[in-house]
């Protein structure tokens, strides 16, 4: 590699196969996130700190930084506080609605499904829904699966609206103490819909100018999420396509195949890329595959969506967020099947440099450049198939002299839902509580989020996860996070190895790895039921126990609602890049200190993993000291 070329690549990702393709990519002049990066530097102050306001036509404005000189209030009068804690609450309520909005989706698609109109779905997961009709109060007796599939879903679609007025997984689910805490701060949420729109009318100039009113609502709506259209999303879609267990398959961009139409489904929702599965392996578009030239079709799946079909179709992962570029720049990519979230807006001008198709299949995110198969349950499968066969017919266009494909895919193990950990440990979490008891485990850490390029690739997630196993913390994890722990080899009982010796004595005889692959993003609300259930079988709150969680490599707005959920439910959240609240030391105070008060978790602001891995493992430490073990 040109030395120059080297020196970029490596400060810019730890993954290794990425830097093969990066490298390729620079060669060719590919233009990618990293390079758009720099073009922006340097970036705002006043926005990197929070003091600025482009709320209304009467600003833009900005707060001075220096105490003696420059404007201390925007044209309306807000100050530096409620600017900060207002725009948080503007990029919170946009990350737990993207969340919902994923969830309202799914059971749309689980009623079509009980009621018969949609295509290619079934109800796999009977026993998951008779628990959550169950926990509806929905009578399942002499009832058909489709029967009671209705009468959940029109329930679920309850939560989204005003009437019901509370949430019933932030009922059922959390401990007593929890919702306590909940009830006394007035932050319980009513409906999963109500918080977030609130939320965006209380940021509207002239309406909640209560810096500590906004923060406190923000927790409610990030609550709406996590308990609400986040869990909704991983329970149904359990339901749908079957609660995850464990299962081994590969990842980064080595599981891209040379001889074979190569299908990459990104973004976040399963409902089509399940059906796309599906019909991969129908024989007829698999035998055209081969009268196309190659040796038949391959799917790989690229951040959450991947995860999706990671965790239940045991589908190969080509990397998390900052590989979706590179994936294109290998030149063996016939089609990326887009649905919604995390998709470079640019996506279209990478795959203009080769013969990718870009396929998008949401009404709602619509692609300049990309052919649009609009996806509805009723034409699911026809719509999957057609995707397929347009990737199958684009094989010949494939320039071979312009392909790089990294070789060692590595090996992976996913699918810990709850029911599986569950399974794992012989039908009970008991032995879990056992062995945090007795210290072999010290406690367990939720590391969750993205990549963001203002930090090299992986390397916040990988030393922070090596740091806390080390430590004998059991680590649980979900989207970008989990992906790159894949990626480092992490995800493997072999990895058990670089535990401390209560985790590897646990994890070894357990068979499994000392990181649990949890999931997708939304599937950071199994995080919480299993913190829940954890605290239930203790009789204590979330707060009490000796867990942490950590966001990384952070970049999206979802991030930012799933960080303050788990908060708001009681755990201490590390966060490894700044939210832009800087320009206000009240509403860092707040949110550093002083909700610890009201909710019992509270965030960290720390860049270097290290000093992450060493605050998280203090908290623990501090919880069963107060735990008594
Ligand atoms: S809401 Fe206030 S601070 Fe924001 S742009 Fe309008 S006038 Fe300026
Ligand atoms: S973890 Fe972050 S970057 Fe990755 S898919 Fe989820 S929201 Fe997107």
Redesign the pocket.
């Known amino acids: 590699m040109d030395k120059k070329i080297e020196i970029i690549v490596n400060a810019r990702t730890t993954d290794e196969a990425a830097k093969v393709v990066l490298e390729k990519a620079i060669e060719e002049g590919i233009e990618t996130v990293w390079d758009r990066l720099e073009a922006q530097q340097p970036q705002c102050g006043f926005g990197q700190l929070g003091m600025c306001c482009n709320r209304c036509a009467m600003g833009p404005c900005r707060i001075s930084p220096f105490d003696d000189a420059g404007p201390t209030r925007g044209v309306c009068g807000a100050d530096v506080d409620l600017i900060a804690a207002r725009n948080l609450l503007d990029d919170l309520l946009v990350g737990a609605a993207s969340h919902s909005d994923h969830g309202r989706e799914v059971v749309e698609v689980f009623l079509e499904t009980a009621e018969g109109k949609s295509q290619g779905y079934k109800i796999l997961d009977e026993t998951k829904l008779n628990a959550i009709a169950d926990e509806y109060g929905i009578d399942t007796k002499g009832k058909s699966k489709e029967a009671v599939a209705k009468e959940v879903a029109l329930a679920i679609f309850e939560e989204f609206g005003t009437v019901k007025n509370s949430i019933q997984f932030a009922e059922s689910r959390p401990p007593e103490k929890t919702k306590e805490t909940w009830k006394k701060a007035g932050i319980v949420p009513r409906s999963v819909d109500r918080e977030i729109v609130e939320a965006a009318h209380r940021v509207h100039m002239g309406v909640d100018s209560d810096y500590v009113n906004i923060l406190l609502h923000a927790l409610r709506t990030s609550l709406s999420d996590g308990w609400g259209g986040s869990m909704m999303a991983t329970d149904i879609s359990d339901v749908l396509f079957g609660t995850p267990k464990p299962v081994s398959s590969y990842v980064n961009l080595g599981v891209l195949k040379p001889d074979m139409v190569n299908i990459v489904l990104h973004g976040?929702n399963p409902v089509l890329s399940e059906m796309v599965v599906k019909a991969s392996r129908e024989k007829d578009l698999v035998d055209y595959a081969k009268k196309m030239g190659a040796k038949g079709i391959n799917l790989v799946g690229m951040?959450?969506t991947g995860?999706e079909v990671l965790m239940r179709q045991g589908v190969p992962i080509a990397g998390?967020?900052l590989n979706q570029e590179l994936a294109i720049a290998t030149g063996a990519v016939e089609v990326m099947l887009i649905d919604y979230?995390?998709i470079f807006p640019s996506i279209t001008k990478t795959a203009g440099c080769y013969h990718t198709k870009v396929v998008s299949t949401s009404e709602k995110a619509k692609f300049p450049g990309a052919i649009h198969k609009e996806f509805h349950p009723g034409n699911a499968f026809d719509t999957a198939k057609e995707i397929v066969k347009l990737a199958v017919e684009n094989f010949p266009n494939r320039n071979p002299d312009r392909v790089k494909i990294p070789n060692n895919p590595m090996k992976l193990m996913a699918g810990f839902s709850v029911e599986a950990i569950t399974s794992a440990l012989g039908g009970t979490l008991q032995p879990l509580i056992d062995v945090i008891a007795s210290g072999k485990i010290r406690g367990a850490a939720g590391i969750?989020?993205?990549?963001n390029p203002k930090i090299k690739q992986d390397y916040n997630h990988i030393v922070l996860t090596k740091e806390l196993i080390k430590r004998n913390i059991l680590v649980l994890e979900?989207?970008?996070?989990a992906?790159a722990s894949g990626k480092a080899g992490l995800l493997v009982p072999e990895a058990a190895e670089l535990a401390g010796d209560g985790l590897k004595e646990v994890a070894q005889s357990l068979g499994i790895p000392p990181v649990l692959h949890m999931g997708?993003?939304v599937d950071c609300s199994r995080i919480l039921v299993i913190a829940a259930k954890l605290a239930k079988a203790l009789n204590v709150g979330i707060a009490d126990l000796p867990i942490a969680g950590a966001a990384p490599e952070?970049?999206?707005q979802?991030?930012i609602s799933i960080g303050a959920y788990f908060v708001a439910s009681g755990v201490y959240t590390v966060l490894g890049l700044p939210p832009k609240i800087f320009g206000s030391p009240n509403v860092v105070q707040l949110l550093t200190e002083g909700v610890e008060g009201v909710v019992g978790g509270k965030f960290a602001v720390e860049p270097d993993p290290v000093r992450q891995a060493e605050l998280m493992a203090a908290h623990i430490e501090k919880k069963r000291k107060a735990l008594g073990i």
């Open positions: 976040h951040c959450c995860n998390n967020m979230q995390c969750v989020g993205c990549n979900t989207g970008c996070a992906i997708s993003c952070w970049y999206s979802k991030a």
